[in-house]
């Protein structure tokens, strides 16, 4: 983001920034790649205490789909034991390490990023352009001056993103622990939902609510003592996710979620989750959709994930049209169906209490 008179500067920061870093082997370089992989690695072992709960669902979602798995190689935890590994071998190699393996590594990143393209005719580069009618004209100018001097001396690269999705392949590891010192856990549960732009899309988004403050508020904060949990809807990854956050009995909550895919039949069936419960749950998702965004967010669903605002305001009207019968055969459909339960938990394995039916990894 930038005032439009200060566009032009952008650009120029951007290849200067991409072209003109210093990855060469000199003192200053070494000093400040041995401190940054170091800070790295303790920020890692931060977040994953503070969130805990993002990385157990990220790698129970890893097993379901090729975008997840991807994910979890580039912010979850795949990319935690990269940068660990990473830290690990700083300790035992110091500065031939830097030198012979990061530096060159850093090097075909760049070359990647300022000669790639994935295609003859392609530019490396994608753009979302906000602003009013004049500087949207004027940066699409500035755009065309970047791509030409980003693009000499292009190289074509094969897709290595669409390398991996091809050969992907499910896990056959469906109850896993992630070893890690921490006092409590986090509990994760993911199943395959339903695509972004279907009806029952929109009917799995109100039944997480539902299934969040009707159910598992209880089950998961009250009985088990953790911090927080629910079941959440990932609409763009067509994924749900149940979770528990700073949980003493992770485990206890993980059997927790596999049992409220049935708590959720019970209680359509015996009127406790109503017409006001309804309507009461669609409520607190538009109050989601409606709220105002920033104006740096406009146009970002159609630029990152393919969005149109004809299908927000589809799936909009589902909303509205989701009945008790199909929060039934939703959950019927999906939640009740046990063949793709993926099950993670993170937390200390010598203290969580589970049996051996569970997969020990570390991290």
């Excluded at 003192?27 to 401190?35: A, E, G, H, P, W």
């Excluded at 580069?125 to 699409?140: C, R």
């Excluded at 009250?222 to 949990?229: F, K, R, T």
Aim: one cysteine or more; hydrophobic letters at 40%.
């Amino acid at each position: 983001m930038a005032l439009q008179e200060n566009a032009c500067h952008m650009y120029e920061l951007w290849a200067d920034i991409l072209q003109n870093t210093k990855l060469s082997a000199d003192d200053v370089v070494i000093d400040k790649l041995n401190t940054l992989v170091k800070n790295l690695a303790q920020n890692q072992s931060d977040n994953i205490a503070d969130r805990g709960h993002s990385y157990a669902s990220a790698y129970s979602n890893l097993q379901l789909t090729p975008t997840k798995y991807i994910n979890d190689m580039l912010g979850g935890v795949g990319q935690v034991q990269v940068v660990l590994e990473m830290n690990r071998k700083l300790e035992e190699r110091g500065r031939e390490y830097l030198t012979t393996e990061l530096l060159p590594i850093l090097q075909e990143i760049r070359s990647h990023l300022t000669h790639g393209v994935l295609h003859e005719s392609q530019a490396g580069f994608s753009y979302s352009l906000i602003g009013g009618k004049d500087g949207v004209a004027e940066n699409e100018k500035l755009i065309e001056a970047f791509d030409a001097k980003m693009a000499i001396d292009s190289k074509l690269h094969a897709n290595v993103l669409g390398k991996l999705a091809a050969g992907f392949e499910p896990s056959t590891v469906l109850k896993t622990i992630l070893n890690m010192p921490f006092p409590v856990g986090y509990a994760s549960l993911a199943k395959m939902g339903a695509p972004y732009a279907s009806k029952d899309g929109a009917t799995l988004q109100v039944l997480s609510q539902l299934m969040t403050f009707k159910h598992l508020h209880s089950v998961i904060r009250e009985s088990n003592g953790a911090y927080g949990g629910g079941l959440n809807y990932d609409g763009l990854g067509g994924t749900l996710n149940y979770y528990s956050y700073r949980d003493p009995n992770a485990i206890k909550s993980a059997r927790a979620f596999e049992e409220s895919l049935g708590a959720a039949k019970a209680s359509f069936a015996d009127g406790k989750w109503d017409e006001k419960a309804l309507q009461e749950a669609k409520l607190a998702i538009f109050q989601s959709v409606d709220a105002p965004s920033h104006i740096s967010s406009e146009g970002a669903a159609l630029f990152l994930e393919g969005i149109t605002d004809e299908m927000r305001q589809e799936r909009r009207e589902r909303f509205l049209d989701v009945g008790l019968q199909d929060l039934q055969d939703a959950n019927e459909k999906y939640l009740q169906n046990g063949e793709n339960n993926v099950f993670t938990v993170l937390g200390d394995a010598s203290s969580l209490g589970a049996d051996e039916s569970w997969t020990v990894k570390s991290i």
